[in-house]
């Protein structure tokens, strides 16, 4: 089943009935007032070509519009370039602040490449103008509002303004974005313009970029109808919904057909450890096979030093990435941007949109693709691929407060706040190019940021606990730093270490300001670091009462539930390897013994440097993987699985509860193997470190496939998801057991 307003192609169709037309209870007054909501349309064709000529006629019509009516105070510019919306933006703001022609007005830009930080503080600042639903009558004397948008605001955007002005756009785009014009019908008649290209109206055929033909054939029956309308042409659902095209295919936006979709295609995909050398793109499928919706995506860290990328992985690892502080950008566009290659066009905001006809480029300036403290490698821009996550210093520009910008200069560093949204361990980092983040914050801190990290004075516990109380005494101190700053005064086992860069300090705390999560940190190393130890047997007690509550309420048989209770029972036993334990007791033996067999532990280094040396120190084989070992583990105890009611499912759950395994396991070199005993329950388990699985004998990728065949390309993976979030859930509220 589709589910579109503007759907695509023959089928049944839900719609209105002709009881719905009529007059009767309040309900059908709400939505008669919506459907009889007149907005009537003039058409225009810009002056002069190119974008520059675009931009100038809908600041023409912006301006026309609210000289004609005072009534507008909110009003929308919809086009279908991100740059030629950045341009229209620029343009707006500075007529508005040299009052040309009269236009006084406030302005705002709102794109699909914005960090979802500032998205949220956009829709916060202008929410109350523009949200559907609002109190017309409080922003009567308050300057009108120009929202210039893209294509984002077409779907799940409920915005309701006054005027519209809109690029000429294929009828299914354009019926979207009228969506957003008096979208509850208050204001019973509106204006709506819309602004063709010279060159494009000059076409007998338009082919664009964007929309190829279907923009001409729209525009070619507007002009048609309104000169049957008399110039008077009405695009309201009632005005529209009689002079609609009966094929609407040629006049909407061209969806490619998406190949066929074999068998052997998903046997590709749901190799995901590792992926095969040769496996078909997925966006092909989902947008065809002339769209191209490869992104990455881009973080701002003002502490990293230009002059010594070696130290950026380390300084990452201080405060590791979280999804809010992250922009989205097309991989095509990230290249040639990173690359410092010229940008005439930075292309459309729709999902999975042909990038412009323009050659790709290489070199620039080194960027970090982040993958973990230990993975994380400094790499060129031709050498990024989908899904990368890329950090760069804040002074390399490239995105203001309204997102996307590739000419803005400095750019906010917004770590702190972004650890405060995902709930992240509390982390301040003392370092001068973070300062000007932090307000008025900044001239406590500043005497930290100048001691010398190499001879840490006596004193600088004392000095650290003083400027935190200063700092939460404060009533001017920023909304994201106080929670930050109550957190670690009251840690009484926070860290201070001196700055990766060679410059500064950075306080960390052992709690959470809440439960973590959306962070990209590596799985391997810090899913074993704590905020406190767990106890391994404490944690496998969790995860299991996780995963039966999960599963129960996932609608899973009882048989299923009990596996997947079995497989997170059984999951981390591996961890009771002694080297692993010495690991998390930072590659000290001894101190390991005395802590007892942890699962998590608050003493695992976070940068990538501790962690090799720590696992060095402890002997822990490089890329050594506990799940392997508690295959082994569970496989010496068959009076243990006599309980499973599927044997290769829990085995295989245990296997890939980290991503590996599917279908083969990883190689890990293990010259020294050790011997490795656990108890669970009554059963004692015993097995050695070397474990063999990386053999192409060892049965890992028969069961895998046994498995996907079982339970289907989705099945196996929603299971196997059962137990990575019981795990994760575990591991952010130990202790809790999943009880309500």
């Known amino acids: 089943m589709a589910t579109a307003a503007t759907p695509h192609g023959e089928g049944r169709r839900f719609t209105l009935s002709p009881e719905d037309d009529t007059e009767g209870g309040p309900s059908q007054a709400v939505l008669l007032q919506r459907l009889r909501a007149r907005k009537l349309a003039r058409l225009v064709v810009a002056e002069k070509a190119k974008d520059a000529g675009l931009v100038d006629a809908c600041l023409e019509q912006v301006r026309a519009v609210l000289a004609e009516d005072p009534t507008v105070r909110a009003m929308m510019v919809v086009l279908n370039r991100v740059a030629v919306a950045r341009e229209l933006r620029e343009k707006l703001g500075k007529a508005t602040r040299s009052r040309k022609d009269g236009l006084d007005a406030d302005c705002v830009l709102l794109t699909g490449r914005v960090r979802s930080l500032e998205r949220d503080d956009l829709l916060t600042r202008w929410r109350g103008r523009i949200a559907a639903g609002r109190d017309r009558a409080t922003a009567a004397n308050v300057r009108p509002l120009v929202v210039v948008a893209t294509q984002c605001v077409e779907v799940g955007a409920d915005l309701d303004v006054d005027a519209l002005v809109t690029e000429a756009c294929p009828l299914d785009s354009l019926r979207q974005r009228l969506g957003r014009l008096d979208r509850l019908g208050h204001r019973g008649t ?180 982040w993958r973990g403290p230990e993975d994380s490698e400094v790499a060129s821009s031709d050498s990024i691929r989908p899904g990368d996550l890329l950090v760069l210093p804040c002074s390399r520009g490239g995105c203001d407060e309204e997102g996307w910008n590739p000419d803005a200069g400095e750019v906010p560093d917004l770590a702190e706040r972004a650890a405060l949204a995902a709930r992240h361990r509390p982390v301040l980092r003392l370092h001068p190019a973070v300062l000007p983040n932090l307000g008025a914050a900044a001239e406590v801190l500043a005497p930290l940021t100048r001691l010398n990290p190499d001879v840490l004075p006596e004193t600088l516990e004392d000095d650290v606990a003083e400027a935190l109380a200063a700092l939460a005494a404060r009533e001017d101190l920023l909304e994201h730093l106080r929670p930050l700053v109550t957190s670690l005064l009251r840690d009484r086992q926070r860290r201070v270490v001196p700055h990766p860069s060679g410059i500064g300090l950075v306080v960390s705390g052992r709690g959470r300001l809440a439960a973590e999560g959306s962070d990209f940190s ?61 690991w998390l007791a930072g590659g ?111 049965g890992i990728a028969e069961r895998f496939w046994t498995l996907v065949r079982r339970y289907g390309w989705w099945g196996l993976p929603f299971l196997e998801a059962c137990l990575r979030l019981a795990d994760h859930r575990a591991s952010e509220r130990p202790g809790h057991g999943g009880a309500e």
Request: hydrophobic letters at 40%.
């Open 190 to 369: 509106s204006q709506v313009v819309i602004v063709i290209r010279k060159e494009q109206a000059a076409q007998s055929s338009t082919d664009d970029p964007v929309y190829g033909e279907a923009l001409g054939r729209t525009w070619a029956w507007l002009v048609e109808e309104d000169a049957a309308a008399s110039g008077r042409l009405d695009l309201g659902i009632d005005g529209l919904d009689p002079i609609l095209p009966d094929d609407l295919t040629p006049f909407s936006a061209p969806v490619a057909d998406a190949p066929l979709l074999f068998p052997a295609y998903c046997d590709l995909w749901v190799q995901t450890g590792p992926e095969p050398a040769v496996s078909p793109e997925p966006s092909v499928f989902l947008h065809g096979p002339q769209r191209d919706a490869a992104e990455v995506r881009v973080v701002w860290r003002s502490d990293l030093d230009p002059a010594r990328p070696e130290t950026w992985a380390d300084t990452v690892a201080m405060e590791s990435p979280v999804a809010g502080e992250t922009l989205p950008l097309p991989l095509w566009l990230a290249r040639r941007w990173l690359a410092e290659a010229r940008l005439d066009d930075d292309g459309s905001d729709l999902a999975g949109a042909a990038p412009p006809r323009i050659d790709d480029a290489a070199g620039g300036l080194p960027i970090l693709r």
């Open 588 to 698: 000290n033996p001894v101190r390991a013994v005395r802590r007892g067999l942890l699962a998590k532990s608050e003493r695992l280094p976070r940068s990538g440097a501790s962690l090799a040396r720590a696992r060095a120190r402890a002997g822990y084989p490089k890329g050594g993987r506990h799940e392997l070992l508690s295959v082994r583990l569970a496989e010496s105890a068959p009076e243990l699985l006599a309980a499973a009611h599927d044997r290769d499912l829990v085995l295989h759950l245990v296997a890939s509860h980290h991503g590996h395994c599917r279908p083969f396991a990883p190689v890990v070199d293990d010259p020294r193997p050790r011997s490795v005993a656990q108890k669970v329950g009554e059963h004692c388990l015993h097995a050695g470190s070397d474990t063999g699985l990386e053999r192409l004998d060892s």
């Open 522 to 582: 590596g799985e391997d190393s810090t899913s074993s670091l704590g905020d406190e130890p767990v106890l391994l047997v404490d944690h496998l007690n969790d995860v299991e009462r996780w995963a039966r509550r999960i599963g129960d309420h996932a609608g899973l048989n009882a048989e299923l539930v009990s596996d997947l209770a079995l497989a997170a029972r059984l999951h981390d036993v591996g961890k009771a390897d002694p080297r692993f334990q010495a």
